[in-house]
Every structure is written in structure tokens, then in C-alpha cells.
């Protein structure tokens, strides 16, 4: 099902960073509402979500002008200090909208003029390679974090049917990684994953940040219940890794690849990182 599309035109497109994101000055979503419509995304309990006819995942708005606010409320904003931007924070930027919009790419081109002191780049999608020779040119103050929940197709199928296969996602990273752009994984949240799984991270990235439900969902784990989240767990038989220590297992596992200065879990691993850690 083709998710209904509008186009809006914003009053701003930088919002003050604060909660889970507080460690940025700013957030920035060229997007409102999310094709990939993932079972698990927060988002769906917020008020941009609840308040809509639509459920999540049929329904994206398109700020169109997102581009020309950028170029006006960076340079604003740096004058009341340094300028750091999670982008995005409740949308992906790269979801299937963006091929025909290039909203994203627009957006960094203009970023690419009007630099900000660090980017950190949310996505899920390959897409993201489309844009390396744009990404190149913010160096060390770009982070692109891939979300990789799994290494089994057949989980994410269960939980998030219309994102992006895995394999593509790790040779997203990989691509990435190859091209000098920093890169983390996201394993947010956990989702049921085999015992190969660390060693396939360790094949295309130095870093990742471990995440599951109870940490991360904002509420410790109760948005996720109101989702009905537990139940999809239990009717595909994993209920065993719906519980709040599932992630220390899969943490001893990392350590097996990558050392402890590389794994970071929860909010640590989407705040701005030290200069020096990637």
C-alpha cells in the first residue's frame, strides 16, 4: 500500500534538542510520518502519530520548504553557540519518498554551505550511499548510524515488513565505510538475532550502539507495551528475548569482535560522540 503523500510548508524545520536527544542542539525531520512504518517505532504513540486519521506508515508529509529554512536557521542558531543536528529523530530521511524528492540530498548540499558543527544521520535505508560524495565533504563532523535490529530477514519481516532487507543495509555500511564516511549500526532496538550476527557487524563497522524496548522506547518499555509489541514476540514463539537482560547476552557476544570502547549502549551511542571515538 502506497502511503498517502502531502506537501506542507513549515514555520521551522530545527527543533531544540531535549530528552533522549538532548546532547544536540537541534533536530532536524524533512519529513513528517514514516513509509517504513516500522511495529516497534515510538513515534506511533506521539502526538504527530495519534492525532492523524491515518495509521503510521500510510501517511508522509513533504517539507517542502525545509531547504530555505535550513539556510536561514543554522547561521541563527550559531550565533547562540555550536550547532550539532540529529537528523531525524521521528522520520527516516531516506525512506522511499525521498527517491523522487531528493529532499535529504537537497538538504545537505545546503548543510555542505552552511556547516554545522556535527551531523549525526539516523537512517535505516541504503539510500544513504546515494549521497556519499556529499557526505565526504563533512569529514569528521558527519556520523551516519545505520539501524541493523537483526541479521535474520525472516525477524524483520515480522516486526518491520516494509523497511529495507538487511544484507542491503550491511552493504550499505560496508560501501560507506569503504568511502572513508563515518558509520556506526544501530542494533535499536534488539530484536532476535543468530550467534553470527556480531561477526557480520564486525565485517562493516568499527561501531554500534545497543538498544532494546525497555531502554530506549522513552518510557522504559511502556510505550512499547501500549503497542502491542509482546504479543508479536509471544505468536512468533520468541518471547524469550522480550525481557530486559536480553542485551547482555548479545553484549557478551559483541565483545567477542569488537572492543568495549566500541560498543555503546543506549543513549550514549545516538549522542554526539567524542572527538577522536570514530
Known amino acids: 500500500m502506497q502511503p498517502s503523500i502531502q506537501k506542507r510548508t513549515s514555520r521551522s524545520i530545527l527543533t531544540k534538542g531535549s530528552g533522549f536527544l538532548n546532547g544536540y542542539s537541534h533536530t ?15 513515534v506511533r504513540r506521539m502526538p504527530i502519530a495519534l492525532f492523524r486519521e491515518e495509521d503510521w506508515g500510510e501517511w508522509v508529509d513533504i517539507k517542502e520548504n525545509a531547504v530555505d529554512l535550513v539556510k536561514k536557521e543554522i547561521p541563527k542558531a550559531r550565533k547562540k553557540g555550536e550547532v550539532s543536528i540529529f537528523m531525524s529523530s521521528s522520520t527516516d530521511p531516506y525512506q522511499p519518498i525521498e527517491f523522487k524528492t531528493n529532499l535529504t540530498r537537497r538538504l545537505l548540499e545546503a548543510m555542505v554551505e552552511e556547516m554545522p558543527d556535527f551531523l549525526f544521520l539516523q537512517t535505516r535505508s541504503p539510500l544513504v550511499t546515494r549521497d556519499i560524495d556529499l557526505l565526504k565533504k563533512f569529514g569528521k563532523k558527519v556520523l551516519v548510524s545505520m539501524t541493523v535490529e537483526t541479521d535474520l530477514d525472516s525477524v524483520r519481516k515480522i516486526f518491520a515488513p516494509s523497511a529495507p532487507p538487511i544484507a542491503a543495509r550491511l552493504k550499505a555500511l560496508q560501501t560507506l565505510r569503504a568511502n572513508g564516511i563515518p558509520v556506526q549500526a544501530a542494533v535499536a532496538p534488539l ?16 561501531r ?3 538498544d532494546d524496548f525497555f531502554m530506549g522506547d522513552g518510557s522504559g518499555g511502556k510505550r512499547t507495551e501500549q503497542l502491542g509489541i509482546r504479543k508479536l514476540f509471544e505468536d512468533a514463539g520468541l518471547e524469550d528475548w522480550y525481557q530486559r537482560k536480553a542485551y547482555l547476552k548479545i553484549k557478551k ?13 543506549s543513549q550514549e551511542g545516538f549522542s554526539p560522540p567524542e572527538e577522536g571515538s570514530y
Open 28 to 42: 532536524l525531520n524533512p519529513y513528517a510520518g514514516c513509509a517504513f512504518g516500522c511495529s516497534y517505532c515510538y
Open 191 to 206: 530484536l532476535p538475532c543468530s550467534e553470527h550476527f556480531p561477526k557480520k557487524l564486525a565485517e562493516v563497522t568499527d
Open 253 to 265: 557476544r559483541l565483545q567477542a569482535f569488537f572492543p568495549d570502547s566500541a560498543i555503546y549502549i
Open 208 to 210: 554500534l550502539t545497543l
